[in-house]
């Protein structure tokens, strides 16, 4: 319950994602005879909340959140930094994923800047995702998998594009609408770190998670809820010169923000001290 209303409060203009990730996690939780892991891949353009959607998910399963010991994040950039140590990070990300399963079987994993990651690496984890009762006396089908990524945001954004220009809102989108394009798509791009992954392949991701481009008025949402957040009375004013101050995109039609609601933070640091 905490998880839908977390997301009903807190992430705008993202349909698909509080529809299917509720679905996912909630259905996940309850099974008490899951055949593997769950994993999840969010996709799409930096600010529209794909951080912030895996911060709610663990707070939903543990109360200290990401600061809980049984949730685990990786950023590419920070923790497999070079090319030519990628067969050490291999042996050290397996380890890792054993060493804390073997103490809770309910353990979270974030891999965050999946397009940053190097090909080939996220392969290794390939038999944590997999189908097996034990691998080695552990069971990892009661861990979550979840990786987000900047990869695909092109494909999503010209469906996004696409519905708009032919006149039908945002929220007519469905899930098949994007969902098949979005995985071939990740699975073909280079510089996905999914590029050719066996995970794709072996169809081991559960979700393909489409993150929509923002729109003006979700980035006015986004200011409003910072402003209360800071114990501040909204003043709409300050609300529609934060937006105004956003880039948009495409060039002529100036629909999507092209940050989403990443600066609004920092650009509210300017009207309140």
């Not at 839908?4 to 939780?29: C, M, P, T």
């Not at 930094?81 to 974030?110: E, M, T």
Request: some cysteine; hydrophobic content about 40%; proline content about 3%.
């Amino acid at each position: 319950a905490a998880l839908q209303e977390n997301l009903d409060k807190k992430l705008f203009g993202q349909h698909l994602v509080s529809k299917v990730v509720v679905k996912a996690v909630r259905g996940f939780l309850n099974n008490t005879n899951a055949k593997k892991p769950l994993a999840l891949s969010l996709h799409g353009w930096t600010g529209t909340g794909k951080n912030f959607v895996s911060k709610i998910v663990a707070e939903s399963i543990y109360k200290r959140g990401l600061q809980s010991k049984y949730v685990h994040q990786f950023v590419a950039t920070l923790h497999f930094p070079h090319a030519h140590s990628i067969n050490l990070y291999k042996d050290q990300l397996q380890l890792w994923i054993r060493g804390n399963v073997s103490i809770c079987p309910r353990s979270i994993f974030i891999f965050d800047e999946m397009d940053k990651m190097h090909a080939g690496l996220i392969d290794s984890i390939k038999p944590f995702l997999d189908y097996y009762e034990l691998l080695d006396g552990v069971s990892y089908r009661q861990a979550i998998f979840i990786f987000l990524s900047n990869a695909g945001a092109e494909k999503i954004t010209e469906v996004a594009l696409d519905f708009w220009r032919n006149g039908r809102t945002r929220e007519d989108i469905q899930l098949t609408d994007i969902q098949n394009a979005l995985s071939v798509s990740v699975f073909n791009n280079k510089n996905s770190g999914f590029w050719h992954s066996t995970l794709i392949d072996r169809n081991l991701i559960d979700y393909f998670i489409p993150f929509l481009p923002l729109e003006y008025k979700h980035v006015k949402m986004c200011v409003r809820v910072e402003i209360e957040s800071r114990g501040y009375i909204v003043d709409e004013d300050i609300v529609s010169r934060i937006a105004d101050e956003m880039t948009y995109f495409p060039r002529e039609e100036r629909i999507y923000s092209d940050k989403g609601c990443k600066t609004v933070d920092a650009k509210l640091d300017y009207y309140y001290d």
